[in-house]
């Protein structure tokens, strides 16, 4: 029989993986909308942009969680059987599953064509997964249930 507890963390795990992907594709939209250039712009047009930045990063919302599903799933299982709730640890998952895509992302380039490999998007990826990473904390990490002790050999 499954507990109320371990249907809660499931839904927790899924409602905290929706909401990092969230997290990492506004991360990713506001180095292609900087906040500089939304304070720079008259009224009517900030409003406008903004809504244009809204509905990007509602598109690239389903790409983040394709792309890192398999990923977190794996790390986000790993935590909660371990019961690590350290901030850290998902940062750094985040921030290598980040680098996992630049890599691929670089890696189908084809000849000729513009590249991925430049600074600019180096650190758009990095700070994408930490956001993600830590808006995962946020939500469901911080609560991972404590790792149980290993049972003692008692005679």
């Given amino acids: 029989m499954v507990s109320n ?13 929706l909401i990092a992907c969230l997290a ?3 991360a990713l939209i506001l180095f292609v ?3 500089a250039e939304f304070v720079s712009l ?3 047009l900030r409003y406008a942009r903004l809504s244009e930045a809204g509905q990007f ?24 059987v371990r019961g690590i709730r350290s901030w850290t ?9 980040a680098v996992v895509g630049f890599l ?8 000729g064509q513009p590249s991925i490999l430049q600074n600019y998007a180096l650190l758009a990826f990095l ?3 930490a956001v993600g990473g830590l808006a995962y904390w946020y939500v469901c990490g911080r609560y991972a249930p404590a790792s149980r002790p290993a049972p003692s050999a008692s005679a």
Avoid: K, N, W
């Fill in 5 to 17: 507890i371990m249907i809660l963390r499931a839904v927790c795990v899924i409602l905290g993986f």
């Fill in 24 to 26: 990492a594709a506004t």
């Fill in 33 to 35: 909308y900087t906040p």
């Fill in 42 to 44: 008259p009224a009517d």
């Fill in 57 to 80: 990063i509602l598109a690239v919302v389903p790409h983040v969680a394709l792309f890192s599903a398999a990923f977190a799933l794996f790390a986000s299982a790993f935590a909660e």
């Fill in 89 to 97: 640890y998902y940062a750094l998952v985040g921030v290598s599953i």
């Fill in 104 to 111: 691929i992302q670089h890696l189908s380039e084809g000849p």
């Fill in 127 to 129: 700070t994408a997964g």
